[in-house]
């Protein structure tokens, strides 16, 4: 029975880490390539590139003439090159260790 | 008499849930304490009445600690937050922090431990609502400075609000010096003291510093009173009114500002634009931009964007907020993206001062 119960434990929960990596999302919302983890849920891959997909859009009908986005989390950075429609966006974690300031809330 | 505060407790371990309970029943305000054995019962406990202190784990089953946080953040933004967790990952912690929570706080295990984290907690319920500058509570800066002078002391105090830098140089409780940006002395002093709120610390005192000021602390602090009185007073004026500020104020003066375009939430006309016309379609954009980096932020766990910059052939553009005012500012084509992003911090932090 003790050895039974080491299949029946508890799984242990587990959080999402940021990805790092990037990939190409083309002019109607498809995800070409991709070097994210496979463990980043590809609902949030759709979800970043829907946003920035919408935000060149908007920005070219405010008469903004963006070729690039860069979108800065505390903990994540976005960068999205516009391509023709579509975008090439990288995701680049931010090491809390080389963020001098965080430290100073506590 | 003081009514007590309530405590939420939030783990999936019922005997470590037990352990927390009476560690924190010892705290001498001997607060209520509730707890939850997931997420989703603390959200629902958080919702029918309300908390000082949200105390809670990471790893949790279903909805795990950030995912609650999350939601407080959004639903209710004045509750206090404290993280307790063996999870020691650098880029959780920083996630943590991005979710604004107060504490950060690896599950103790010696007795010393305990203590520092039962004296942490006593200090975070108890501790007054008001803004001040961190380190010395609900104090204004004015009586920092009244403080280390009346102390006589000799220090020199570092003052940040967001991206800008000032310091004030304090021998044997007289004010020597003060340094913000390009100012100097007075005129510094005068600056530093017009920022709302911000962080400090105490550096050692350099007693060979020059003196620039030659006033007393009192005369300057008086000074600097009226000063503001006579600015507040001059709101409604004319110049107030239009949205402009005078040509040599220093947003102005930033290198590469093309526009500067400031939106206050639920107006629809911006509060002040400069050098650009018809600036609502921008407003629109930078508006509906901003809001969208905030829910994608909030779907990921990452907290809020500081910056949101679109770089582009013609010219680049900084968005950014500050409490309750939304900023759109246009840079010239030659700045590279690190100092569009500081520029556009500086920028919206001078005119928030």
Redesign the interface.
């Known amino acids: 029975m003790g050895f039974l119960s080491l299949f029946s434990s508890k799984p242990e929960p587990t959080m999402v880490h940021l990805p790092s990596g990037s990939f190409t999302v083309d002019r109607s919302g498809r995800i070409l390539v991709s070097t994210l983890p496979s463990s980043f849920p590809e609902t949030l891959v759709n979800e970043i590139a829907t946003q920035v997909r919408t935000t060149f859009q908007e920005a070219k009908a405010a008469e903004l003439s963006l070729g690039e986005l860069v979108i800065h989390y505390p903990s994540l950075k976005i960068i999205a090159r516009e391509l023709r429609g579509g975008a090439l966006i990288f995701l680049v974690p931010i090491n809390l260790a080389s963020t001098p300031g965080i430290h100073s809330r506590l | 008499m003081a009514t007590k505060h309530k405590i939420l407790l939030v783990d999936?371990d019922p005997d470590l849930l037990d352990m927390y309970r009476e560690i924190l029943k010892q705290l001498p305000s001997a607060p209520d304490i509730q707890i939850a054995t997931s997420g989703a019962r603390a959200i629902a406990l958080l919702e029918s009445e309300p908390y000082r202190l949200l105390i809670t784990d990471?790893?949790?089953?279903r909805m795990?600690g950030?995912q609650v946080l999350s939601i407080v953040r959004r639903k209710h933004p004045n509750l206090r937050t404290v993280v307790l967790t063996s999870?020691m990952?650098?880029?959780?912690?920083?996630?943590v922090?991005?979710q604004g929570v107060?504490?950060?706080w690896q599950k103790p295990s010696t007795e010393r431990e305990i203590d520092m984290f039962r004296d942490c907690i006593e200090s975070l319920i108890e501790r007054d609502d008001q803004a001040g500058f961190?380190g010395v509570q609900s104090k204004s800066l004015v009586d920092l400075i009244q403080i280390e002078c009346l102390s006589q002391s000799s220090s020199v105090l570092r003052i940040t609000n967001g991206p800008l830098v000032g310091k004030i140089w304090i021998n044997h409780g007289e004010l020597f010096d003060a340094e913000a940006g390009n100012l100097q002395g007075e005129e510094a002093f005068l600056h530093i003291l017009s920022w709302k709120s911000g962080?400090f610390e105490v550096m050692p005192s350099e007693p060979r510093h020059a003196r620039v000021i030659q006033k007393s602390y009192n005369a300057l602090l008086l000074e600097t009173v009226q000063a503001f009185d006579e600015a507040q007073a001059g709101a409604s004026n004319p110049t107030a009114e239009s949205g402009m500020r005078p040509a040599s104020d220093p947003i102005s003066q930033l290198s590469g500002l093309e526009f500067f375009v400031a939106l206050e939430q639920g107006q629809t006309k911006p509060a002040e634009a400069r050098n650009i016309e018809n600036p609502e379609?921008?407003a629109?954009?930078t508006r509906?931009?901003l809001k969208?980096?905030h829910e994608?932020?909030d779907?990921?766990?990452?907290?809020?964007?500081?910056?949101?910059?679109?770089?582009?052939?013609?010219g680049h553009?900084g968005l950014t907020q500050q409490g309750k005012t939304e900023f759109c500012i246009g840079w010239r084509y030659s700045l590279d993206?690190a100092e569009v992003?500081k520029s556009t911090k500086k920028a919206s932090a001078l005119w928030a001062s």
């Open positions: 999936d990471l790893k949790m089953p795990d950030l999870v990952d650098e880029q959780f912690r920083a996630r922090y991005a107060d504490l950060f961190r962080n379609r921008l629109e954009w509906t931009t969208r980096f994608l932020g779907k990921l766990q990452l907290g809020q964007p500081d910056t949101v910059l679109g770089l582009g052939l013609q553009v993206a992003r």
